[in-house]
């Protein structure tokens, strides 16, 4: 059980989750597995005093200009996907739920708003137990 950050996760179906402001509640399943992906994206890798191996590179990336095209994104997003697996695989123990164990992470799309300065990411996130849910991530191109 964790606190979660994601809204509408009581529907059922395939249903898309989205980073919104609202009251937290407790998430299991499919959708902590999404919080945990979206959790280690978000950070900065080496910002977690505890444990600078938490994270990626992406953030760090995008804000310092290193991704400005889809090829860019595609390549970043696939490394932070990549070092998230590492984590997780040595993160994980034995009585983890099978719909908590991220499987694959795939970049579905993404679209950039050069007028907002933002950039939305749309992920696939599969499980051992065979379910999956799309996350989308809308990310500031530029430091708040």
Known sequence: MDLGIFTNTALVGDVKLGLE??????????????QAFTTFFLTQRGTNTYDPTFGSPF????????????????????????????YNTLHTV????ADEQITSVTLISSSIDAVAEKLTLYVQIATAAGSSRQITLPIPMVAV
Request: proline letters at 4%.
């Open 21 to 34: 402001l609202g009251p937290g509640c407790g998430v299991v399943g499919i959708e902590k597995a999404a």
């Open 94 to 97: 034995v009585s983890t739920p």
């Open 59 to 86: 953030i760090g990336d995008m804000l310092t200009g290193g991704i400005r095209t889809d090829r860019d994104i595609q390549a970043a997003f696939g490394l932070a996907v990549s070092l998230f697996l590492q």
